[in-house]
């Protein structure tokens, strides 16, 4: 079974035990799971579950995975950003590492 879920703007494909990578948004001391109810869709062997827009009562569990130092807040590689202007001298680079948080995937229900 697969879902499709909408994050941040995003529409993400999930099936359990898969890891998804998602925005960072504020949690509460201690949470260690994420429950997706933007559902757009649920699919599997039988006729897929439309959603219009969002499928009812369905959701997506899953629990968060910390890095190896216990944070909850995973950076991706880095990306570097470059301005450059030719024969005018003008040149800029800056840095960048994109911030988010690991879901493991471990329930999709239907409601």
Not at 68 to 76: M, N, Q, S, T, Y
Not at 92 to 103: I, N
């Amino acid at each position: 079974m697969y879902a499709i879920v909408e994050d941040g703007g995003t529409q993400i494909k999930v099936e359990e035990g898969a890891l998804i990578d998602v925005a960072i948004r504020d949690l509460d001391d201690g949470q260690t799971d994420l429950v997706f109810d933007r559902v757009l869709l649920i699919g599997g062997k039988k006729t897929p579950s439309l959603g219009r827009p969002y499928v009812d009562g369905a959701s997506v569990a899953g629990e968060l995975i910390p890095t190896r130092d216990g944070e909850l807040v995973h950076k991706a590689e880095k990306i570097d950003v470059i301005k450059f202007r030719r024969r005018k001298g003008y040149r800029r680079k800056a840095g960048h590492r994109q911030r988010f948080l690991r879901v493991k995937i471990t329930k999709i229900s239907k409601g």
